[in-house]
């Protein structure tokens, strides 16, 4: 078992409107969907794999991808503000129905019991 971070509301104010409001035009998902060009999905695909979870998702885009391509994928990350565009996001791509918990990395096994 992992610690709990020692500074988890540093973490979360790292997070301003600011930074939010341009997070995905700094991602560019057009761009990073050219750029990858199908990658990931090739990678969980050869490993016979039908689902992965998206730890740090930030506002959604791999967990997006990947359930547009089949893929059980729920999602994880340790901002509160991060999770809330990444439903938005989710959301505008049809996939709305996509699971995700606000969890810090070394909570991830209390965040996902059992894989869940």
């Not at 998902?29 to 992965?52: I, P």
């Amino acid at each position: 078992m992992y610690p709990e971070s020692p500074t988890p509301r540093l973490f979360q104010q790292q997070y301003t409107p600011a930074f939010m409001s341009r997070w995905d035009e700094l991602i560019d998902w057009e761009g990073r969907k050219r750029s990858e060009n199908g990658f990931f999905e090739q990678v969980l695909s050869d490993a016979g794999a039908q689902t992965a979870l998206d730890i740090a998702c930030g506002t959604r885009y791999h967990t997006v991808t990947l359930s547009l391509n089949g893929f059980g994928v729920p999602g994880s990350d340790g901002s509160t503000e991060m999770l809330a565009k990444a439903k938005k996001n989710a959301a505008a791509h049809g996939v709305g129905h996509i699971q995700f918990r606000e969890s810090e990395w070394a909570a991830l096994t209390r965040a996902f019991p059992g894989g869940q």
